[in-house]
């Protein structure tokens, strides 16, 4: 059949393009309305021929998309990230499509290196991985723009090897001498290149190992954690957090509740026949275990991750690789392996080093302690200097070929530990920092270097002029969100953010940034009752402020603001 389009052209045009119909609608309405039936095929063509414009803008022409994907990869968000947060604000883009955006301008991400400690890690990881194929089919990185490989500089000067040999020696001396005396805790394995204490009991409660209460157990890995999983929501539902503050009675009762509820504990201790001291011991145990899941649920989200360390320093992506490239020289042109093996000195006579070559660093960190972020800003540089100081460590491993081997007993020792590593479906993941390039130990290598990291324990008995250990992140997280009877931004979206200071000062700050142009009239702390309706708590003064946090200590603490005009 030959259809006349002609007097249908005002009317497709009008629905495709001005009220965006879908060709299925188009090709109903036109069926119900005039009887007008070719296929979907003829309307494609018979709309190509009349040079109707295309109804789906090319991302890389959107400029309002285009301009909301800079802006979330300023601000270090993920691919999976980034796609959720463009649906949720009704952008209409593929994940394709995102990835040739991000690749045209080279919006790239840092692929983390290592190990993966999560399903998820692992799929942002090959997301990255193909962002930089597409990059590469764009054009987008040329032979010149390509990251180099590190240059791993030759072994260091013997002079070096033997001074730091002698150091380590008169570290051994100092240990054994505090281990006869009871001066320190005792180590079961090989730490930092100094050896294992001779094997034996614990000498008091206190220093039984989770390894060694998952032995007295004869816990396995799976059994371990639904053990603790167990016990972490138990104690959340009870608001326990603390052993000493819950009380001997309530403790005993809940660890009771623990074995009664849990076949396997039951298993352990009602089946199995034993003596009264190995029943004592599987109590110690399960008193182990179960004191470390409330430490952990006490410092829940106070560690700061390598992404949240980025945002308090305002660095993007690329901003991030180049300051941290330039560390990563600093620290290839010495010989040192660890922080701890060129103590607390020489650590900060490098980061100076650092910050005076970076004009990026030298303008964030310019307002100085008179920042209420600056302690916050502190400890996120610290943070990507860690970070930055166990890469050069794995580098190194890689050019001599000894990048995470394992002896059997290490591989031992990495299952016990794994117990309380995160997986997907784990409850208890996340009480563990999820920062996937948190500071561990090096791999063992078999050169000279190997044995030549320091106990920190050892470096403030050997040298009585090294500065204390900074003490733990207190960063509390809150939740903020304006009151609806907000004069400006009622209508935006929750937010997470961060405390340190706990003061009204640095609550200001954080608002400022997030809220331009208006000023706090009112500020409350929420909680919710038994029925789920909200009780605030008006909040002036810094007493006030750190009274609240403590109160809704491991929960969540939710801020709301009534904002106005400044």
Same mark, same amino acid.
């Given at each position: ?27 109903? /309405? ?24 295309? @109804? ?51 919006? #790239? ?35 010149? $723009? ?10 260091? +000067? ?58 007295? #157990?004869?816990?396995?890995? @799976? ?114 392996? $660890? @922080? ?42 610290? #943070? ?85 250990? +900074? ?27 961060? #405390? ?47 009274? /609240? ?18």
């Amino acid at each position: 059949m030959v259809y006349n389009w002609e007097p249908h052209k005002d009317a497709l045009y009008k629905l495709y393009i001005e009220e965006r119909k879908s060709l299925e609608e188009i090709m109903q /309405y036109m069926r119900d309305s005039t009887d007008f039936s070719p296929s979907k095929r003829a309307f494609q063509t018979q709309f190509k021929r009349w040079g109707f414009p295309s @109804k789906r803008k090319p991302a890389h022409r959107d400029e309002d998309l285009v301009e909301r994907v800079r802006q979330l990869w300023e601000a270090n968000y993920s691919q999976r990230n980034m796609l959720a947060v463009l649906h949720a604000e009704g952008h209409d883009i593929k994940e394709r499509e995102l990835m040739r955006l991000r690749a045209k301008h080279r919006w #790239l991400m840092r692929i983390p290196n290592g190990a993966k400690q999560t399903p998820m890690d692992e799929e942002e990881a090959s997301f990255e991985a193909q962002l930089l194929r597409v990059a590469q089919e764009e054009g987008a990185l040329t032979e010149q $723009s390509q990251p180099m490989q590190p240059v791993i500089p030759d072994e260091p +000067p013997e002079e070096f090897v033997q001074r730091q040999r002698e150091r380590l020696e008169q570290l051994k001396e100092i240990s054994e001498e505090r281990r006869k005396k009871k001066k320190r805790r005792r180590r079961t394995k090989e730490y930092a290149g100094l050896p294992a204490d001779p094997p034996g009991p614990p000498r008091f409660p206190s220093e039984t190992t989770l390894e060694e209460s998952r032995e007295i #157990l004869s816990l396995s890995t @799976k059994q371990y954690r639904m053990i603790r999983d167990q016990f972490q929501a138990m104690c959340e539902a009870e608001g326990i957090l603390q052993k000493t503050v819950a009380g001997a009675d309530k403790w005993q009762a809940i660890k009771n509740r623990l074995i009664q509820e849990s076949d396997i504990l039951q298993a352990r201790f009602y089946t199995d026949p034993t003596d009264p001291v190995e029943a004592k011991k599987k109590e110690l145990a399960l008193d182990v275990i179960c004191t470390d899941v409330t430490k952990r649920l006490r410092t829940m989200g106070r560690r700061l991750t390598i992404l949240e360390s980025k945002n308090v320093l305002g660095l993007n992506p690329e901003q991030s690789r180049q300051i941290r490239s330039g560390f990563y020289d600093i620290l290839m042109s010495e010989h040192y392996t $660890s @922080k701890i093996e060129m103590g607390p000195e020489k650590w900060q006579e490098l980061k100076d080093r650092w910050i005076g070559n970076t004009p990026l660093l030298q303008h964030i960190l310019a307002d100085g302690a008179n920042n209420p972020l600056h302690e916050k800003k502190t400890s996120a540089l610290e #943070l990507l200097c860690r970070d930055v100081m166990k890469r050069v460590r794995d580098d190194r491993a890689k050019k001599k070929g000894t990048f995470r081997q394992k002896s059997v007993q290490a591989s031992v020792d990495t299952e016990m530990e794994s117990a309380s590593q995160p997986t997907a479906d784990n409850a208890y993941a996340p009480l563990q920092p999820v920062n996937p390039f948190s500071e561990v130990a090096a791999a063992a290598q078999n050169t000279d270097l190997s044995v030549l990291q320091i106990d920190p324990d050892l470096l403030q008995a050997a040298e009585s002029n090294v500065a204390a250990a +900074p003490p733990v992140s207190a960063i509390v997280p809150v939740y903020i969100r304006p009151h609806p009877r907000s004069t400006l931004y009622a209508n935006t979206k929750m937010w997470l953010g961060s #405390l340190s200071a706990r003061t009204i000062e640095e609550l200001h700050a954080l608002l400022a940034v997030k809220y331009p142009n208006t000023k706090p009239a009112r500020i409350e702390g929420v909680e919710k009752d038994a029925s789920g309706n909200e009780i605030p708590y008006q909040i002036d003064e810094d007493d006030e402020l750190d009274a /609240y946090l403590d109160h809704v200590q491991g929960r969540k603490a939710t801020i709301v603001v009534l904002l106005q005009n400044a």
